[in-house]
């Protein structure tokens, strides 16, 4: 199966927005729920926000509730992530993968950088 390529990340100032692209392949992105992860340097991967495969459900983590905003165009096979009031906790590497996350599916990711 094709990797899903991540895009959009890039060095920001606190308060900034950036917003991430996910090109998924045709075959999984349809029929299943995708999320967006995130590692930052010495943490486990997070599942930050995920939406349903028809794209009328979506949850978030805690710690972005109200600030990032998932997104999928199925004609595009894309999910995006909008992230808004970013700041330095969110500096990290962000994925997305269906949800749950299938283990040979993840792509390179794109880094997230906020500073203070």
């Known amino acids: 199966q094709v990797q899903p390529v991540e895009s959009g990340g890039g060095l920001v100032q606190a308060g900034g927005s950036l917003r991430l692209s996910c090109a998924a392949s045709?075959?999984?992105?349809?029929?299943?729920?995708m999320g967006w992860y995130r590692q930052a340097p010495g943490k486990q991967r997070e599942l930050v926000a995920r939406?349903?495969?028809?794209?009328?459900?979506?949850n978030y983590a805690d710690s972005v509730k109200g600030r990032f905003t998932i997104s999928r165009d199925t004609a595009k096979n894309t999910v995006y992530l909008q992230m808004n009031s970013l700041q330095p906790e969110d500096t990290a590497v962000y994925y997305c993968?269906?949800?749950?996350?299938?283990?040979?599916?993840w792509g390179q990711g794109t880094q997230v950088t906020v500073s203070s």
């Open positions: 045709g075959r999984i992105f349809v029929f299943v729920t």
């Open positions: 993968n269906s949800v749950p996350a299938a283990p040979n599916y």
């Open positions: 939406i349903s495969r028809r794209g009328d459900t979506t």
